[in-house]
Structure formats: structure tokens, C-alpha cells
């Protein structure tokens, strides 16, 4: 399967995901409200969603995948499902104890990431309560991340990419068919999360067996002798600080929030949804699939294939990201209206949430773009300098929050991401380029003019069918749907259009040849 295919499944699978956890929230945010019951259960998540990132989908697979493509392209089949066998069952303990930790010490680690709960007693133990319950989700998740970047390294992407429609079919039906019979209706969510996590792992095990894939338990005492299983921990520790200072920084925003004035937790935890749409579909996919790709291509040192894969990668960020940030930013709050509004989640509800919206679409490009740069020094083994560049990030993100957050309150918060996020893909790109292992190849020109002319029609056709519009005061959930929908699809002809008649074809945008 080419590489553009592979992104284009990736894209349709996430795409199905996305939506069904879209529906997701509409429903939890419809049932639910904004409260601080929903404010708890989004700290608890947070917690264990933290872990996931920092030792399944972040740094473990950002040090295994280049190893595993190393080992499979380098070694006998034999060696490469013995390096399997001894990853899998040390990175199986660790994070069962991790579990069992976290279970035992949930009440440090809400008041760490939300300190500001303690201001509301029973909040701050239906947290409490709530952590205890689906922390050990990290230890299926990091199972789920390790078949995943076997089955991706497989060329097998459907599956992996799948799966999280698992966890929201699961949580529609906890608040759907069991929130309503729970004196506690919230704990309902926490249950729908661990049913969730165990069904996302036990799809990918048939396929795994199809490949004689499935990991063999080993010692861990033995696992972690081996040279290779070394190398990748030796990997992961820089692995752990560059994905980890991104989490510092969601914790800080988390904890800032949870001062703020109650529902800021729900209100930003839902604009970040918003943001995922795009940044799933488009940086995710395409970060899945050029990861193997271009640590195939380094590794056989086929350099102008590893240029050709980034240029491509970087210029469907161009053509898509910048739309879809404008899209965000000036229907932000005919979005939240219209998907979460309702009698629990109120007008102002749906409005606080679309200035956090706002804010975050002002670094979309950014959030999007690193996506696609990471992967160019993750290919390379080189882990440490995406860990000095988000660092320095990290820094400038805090800066901003000290202007933004008492200018725009939880908005502000999720304004400085954004922006943090922006000068980290600046600083990665600029790395890229000095070091020549990146150049900017042709049509980029053409694309910047194309693109920036169709983003100024986008805007304006944006701007003026809104005008006179108040969403959140609409009463007809069925007008402004369908208003909504109008005015997304007069937009999107609006910039293809525009694009074709500056002649540029998104066939432009071709993947290179595959290997």
C-alpha cells in the first residue's frame, strides 16, 4: 500500500473516531453539564491519559518504532519476534506496577495536576474516586500502543488506527444506558474508560496472531539484559523528557484552570476536542505513517527520499491546517453551540467553550506541523533535540500564560498552547534546515500563494454569512444545524475553488514514490 493510501486510511479510520467521539461529548456534555462532577472526571482522566502518552503512544513508540524497523529490516524474522517477546514484557510490568501505584496514591496525584480543587471537598474526592477507578487504563493502552506500532511497522494500519472507536462506543453507551440508573451517574464514564481500554486491546491480538505476532511472556529481569531492548530504554529516557514537558504543560494549564471559575476544566477539555478533529486527520496520520517511513528510509540512507517524504508531509500541512484553523476560529461559537449546547450545557456554557476554541486555532498550523517534524529527528534516533526544543517551549508557553490567562481566563490558557506550540514547530523546522537534512523542495511558491489567496475568500465568505447571527441565542437547534452545515460547505467550494482557479490541483500534493 503507498504511503498516501496508508495516510488516506489512517485519515478515514481517525476520521470515524472523531466523530463517534464527538458524539461522545455531545452526550456526556448534554447529560452532564459543565459541573463539577464533569470538571472531576476530566482531572481523573487527564491522569492516566498523561501515563498513556508518556509510556505507550509518546515515548515508547517515538524509541521502538525506529528500533523495531531496524531490527526487522536488519535481522532474521526469528530475532525480530525475540526483540518483541522482551519489549512487551518489560514494558508490561512496568506499567502494571505504574497502575497499582497510581491506584495507591490518587489523592497526591488530583491535588498535584488540580490543586484547586481542594477549594470544593466533594469534588475534589469524586476526583479522587474517579482516578482509582481508571488508572489502571494505562496498562491496556500501553498495550494497545505496543500492537499498534508492531502492526504500523507491518504496514498494517486500520486496525491500530480504529481501535479508539472502541473507547467511545463504550462511553456513549455508560452515559446512555447506565448514568441513568447510578445514584453517582458520573462513575458510569469511569467504568465506560477501563471497558473501553480492554476492548481496544483485545481487537488487535487476532491480527497479531495472524502475523505470529502475538508477544510471548519473558522475564523482564531477562528482557532488560538484551542490547537492543538497552537501546531503546536508552532511547526512551529523552524520549520521556521531550514527551513529558508537553505533559508539564498540560498539568500547569490543568492546575491553573482548576482555580479558575468552575467549569474551565470542561469548557477547555471540550475546545481541545474541537482542535483534535484536525489535528488527528491530518498531523496523527501522517506522523503514523511517515515515522516508519522515513526511519526505513535513514536507515538505508536513502536521504532524498527521507527530504521528499518531510516535503510532502509539510506541505499537506499548508494546504489543510490553515483552513481549518481560520474554519475554527470564525465558527468557533456556531460549533460549540451547536454541538454541545443544550439545558445542562447553557448558552454561556457553549460560549466560554468557543473562546477557548478561538484561542486554540490561533496555533493549529503549529500543533499540526510538529506532528510532521518530530518524526524527522525521532527517524534518526535523535530524541534529545525535540527534548531541548520543547523545553525552551515549555518556557515561552508559561510566558504567555502570565499575559494571557488575566487577559482571557481559561481561554488564555489554551491561547498560550497554541502559541507555545508555534515557536516549538518554528524551532524544529529551523534545526531541520541548518542541518541540511531538510530542503525545501519545488511548488513551495506556488502552494504559499495559492493557499494564501483561497484562506482570504475562506475568510470572507466566513465573516459574511455570520453576520446578524448570534448562535448561542438561536433557538432552533435544527436552523443553526443546518445554517451551520451551508456555510462550512459555501467555504470549502470557496477555497478548492479558489485553488483551482490559481491553478493548483491537490494532485499537486502526490506522495512521493513509495519504496
Not at 91 to 103: A, C, E, M
Not at 170 to 192: H, K, N, Q, Y
Not at 320 to 338: D, I, K, Q, R
Request: glycine share 8%.
Amino acid at each position: 500500500m503507498s504511503i498516501f493510501k496508508s495516510a488516506a486510511l489512517i485519515s478515514g479510520m481517525t476520521l470515524i473516531s472523531r466523530i463517534t467521539g464527538l458524539i461522545r461529548d455531545i452526550l456526556i456534555a448534554r447529560y452532564f453539564g459543565a459541573t463539577g462532577d464533569t470538571d472531576a472526571y476530566y482531572v481523573a482522566f487527564r491522569l492516566p491519559n498523561l501515563l498513556r502518552r508518556l509510556f505507550a503512544e509518546g515515548a515508547f513508540q517515538q524509541a521502538f518504532v525506529p528500533m523495531l524497523a531496524d531490527v526487522k529490516s536488519n535481522r532474521t524474522p526469528q530475532e525480530t519476534k525475540s526483540f518483541i517477546d522482551r519489549i512487551a514484557s518489560l514494558l508490561g510490568t512496568i506499567v502494571l506496577l505504574v497502575s497499582i501505584l497510581g491506584v495507591l496514591i490518587a489523592p497526591v496525584l488530583v491535588w498535584i495536576i488540580a490543586s484547586g480543587l481542594n477549594e470544593e471537598p466533594n469534588t475534589f474526592n469524586t476526583a479522587v474516586q474517579l482516578t482509582r477507578i481508571m488508572f489502571p487504563y494505562i496498562f491496556f493502552m500501553s498495550l494497545v500502543a505496543l500492537s499498534a506500532s508492531i502492526l504500523n511497522t507491518w504496514k498494517h494500519f486500520a486496525v491500530p488506527a480504529a481501535v479508539p472507536v472502541l473507547l467511545n462506543l463504550s462511553l456513549i453507551f455508560a452515559t446512555v444506558c447506565i448514568a441513568p440508573f447510578m445514584e453517582r451517574p458520573i462513575f458510569a464514564l469511569a467504568f465506560g474508560v477501563m471497558t473501553g481500554g480492554f476492548l481496544q486491546l483485545g481487537v488487535q491480538i487476532p491480527l497479531l496472531k495472524k502475523y505470529g505476532l502475538v508477544p510471548r511472556y519473558v522475564s523482564p529481569i531477562k528482557a532488560a539484559k538484551d542490547k537492543t531492548v538497552r537501546r531503546v530504554l536508552e532511547l526512551m529516557v529523552p524520549a520521556l523528557f521531550a514527551v513529558g514537558v508537553s505533559q508539564i504543560s498540560i498539568l500547569i494549564n490543568t492546575n491553573i484552570a482548576s482555580f479558575l471559575q468552575e467549569g474551565s476544566v470542561t469548557w477547555l477539555t471540550y475546545a481541545d476536542r474541537l482542535m483534535e478533529f484536525p489535528t488527528a486527520l491530518l498531523g496523527v496520520a501522517l506522523g503514523t505513517v511517515l515515522l516508519p517511513s522515513l526511519s526505513a528510509a535513514y536507515a538505508k540512507g536513502l536521504m532524498t527520499r527521507y527530504n521528499d517524504l518531510l516535503n510532502w508531509g509539510l506541505k499537506l500541512v499548508i494546504a489543510f491546517a490553515l483552513p481549518a484553523a481560520l474554519g475554527l476560529a470564525f465558527l468557533s461559537e456556531g460549533l460549540c453551540s451547536v454541538l454541545f449546547q443544550g439545558i445542562r450545557f447553557n448558552a454561556n456554557d457553549a460560549y466560554q467553550t468557543s473562546t477557548a476554541v478561538l484561542g486554540y486555532s490561533c496555533g493549529l498550523l503549529g500543533l499540526i506541523a510538529i506532528k510532521i517534524l518530530a518524526p524527522g529527528f525521532y527517524a534518526q534516533k535523535d530524541i534529545k533535540t525535540p527534548v531541548k526544543v520543547a523545553v525552551f517551549a515549555l518556557i515561552v508557553t508559561q510566558m504567555f500564560n502570565l499575559v494571557t490567562v488575566p487577559l482571557f481566563s481559561h481561554a488564555g490558557l489554551a491561547l498560550s498552547v497554541g502559541l507555545g506550540a508555534c515557536v516549538n514547530a518554528f524551532c524544529l523546522l529551523t534545526i531541520l534546515k541548518k542541518r541540511k537534512v531538510f530542503t525545501p523542495g519545488v511548488g513551495w511558491p506556488k502552494l504559499f500563494i495559492s493557499v494564501a489567496l483561497a484562506c482570504i475568500v475562506l475568510s470572507a465568505i466566513l465573516l459574511l454569512c455570520q453576520q446578524g447571527y448570534s448562535w448561542v441565542e438561536m433557538h432552533s437547534w435544527i436552523k443553526k444545524t443546518v445554517l451551520l452545515f451551508g456555510i462550512i460547505c459555501l467555504a470549502g467550494v470557496g477555497y478548492l475553488g479558489t485553488l483551482a482557479i490559481c491553478g493548483y490541483r491537490l494532485t499537486d500534493l502526490r506522495a512521493p514514490e513509495t519504496d
